[in-house]
T-cell receptor, first 114, second 115 residues
Framework: AQSVTQPDIHITVSEGASLELRCNYS??????LFWYVQSPGQGLQLLLK??????LVQGIKGFEAEFKRSQSSFNLRKPSVHWSDAAEYFC????????????FGRGTSLIVHP | KAGVTQTPRYLIKTRGQQVTLSCSPISGHRSVSWYQQTPGQGLQFLFEYFSETQRNKGNFPGRFSGRQFSNSRSEMNVSTLELGDSALYLCASSTRTSGSTDEQFFGPGTRLTVL
């Protein structure tokens, strides 16, 4: 069965600093990978996804993620964090076909200091 | 296009009662999934409906059930509520058809508190 690990429960950065949120997955085949963001009191919003092709994926709000098969990782990055980026971030992995039951990581809470 | 809507947004119930939550997917989306989100367990998949049929089911007891109507709207029901059922219940819709996968669009959730 697939699994997703987000090693960092909380991350604190200063506004304007760069950001990297880690995501490691366990899956036997080529995974479908997602990053979602959840603001307080809201549902989840898709930031970006990887299905195939270019391993560097661009998303909304200036985020990008890189799929590294050798490291089973799909880390999320942003070069300069804004205070409005403070939220919970979830990495998710799904099978590449057939029955799709997404597995979500436990989430990383991003705190942004002014 | 309107997003996924969930009603009600907040609910307070007591142990032993039952509750029904409603979800209206994005127009044209036929797949509706339900998740339970708690601080201790994170996001856990409950079930997925497609064309009025339950297609996938997570590891939850039979007290949790759902259904989907011909217009793709979905309801989930929890009977004999327990304190541990207190959670944010999220609904997500997608264009996913059989044998494919796609991104999910989430509603704002229903916050259920069981006293």
């Amino acid at each position: 069965a697939q699994s997703v690990t987000q090693p960092d429960i909380h991350i604190t950065v200063s506004e304007g600093a760069s950001l990297e949120l880690r995501c490691n997955y366990s899956y036997g085949a080529t995974p479908y990978l997602f990053w979602y963001v959840q603001s307080p009191g809201q549902g989840l919003q898709l930031l970006l996804k990887y299905f195939s092709g270019d391993t560097l994926v661009q998303g909304i709000k200036g985020f990008e993620a890189e799929f590294k098969r050798s490291q089973s990782s799909f880390n999320l990055r942003k070069p300069s964090v804004h205070w409005s980026d403070a939220a919970e971030y979830f990495c998710a992995v799904g099978p590449s076909g057939g029955s799709y039951i997404p597995t979500f990581g436990r989430g990383t809470s991003l705190i942004v200091h002014p | 296009k309107a997003g996924v809507t969930q009603t009600p947004r907040y609910l307070i119930k007591t142990r032993g009662q039952q509750v029904t939550l409603s979800c209206s997917p994005i127009s044209g989306h036929r797949s509706v999934s339900w998740y339970q989100q708690t601080p201790g367990q994170g996001l856990q998949f409950l079930f997925e409906y497609f064309s009025e049929t339950q297609r996938n089911k997570g590891n939850f007891p039979g007290r949790f059930s759902g259904r989907q109507f011909s217009n793709s709207r979905s309801e989930m029901n929890v009977s004999t509520l327990e304190l541990g059922d207190s959670a944010l219940y999220l609904c997500a819709s997608s264009t996913r058809t059989s044998g494919s996968t796609d991104e999910q669009f989430f509603g704002p959730g229903t916050r259920l508190t069981v006293l």
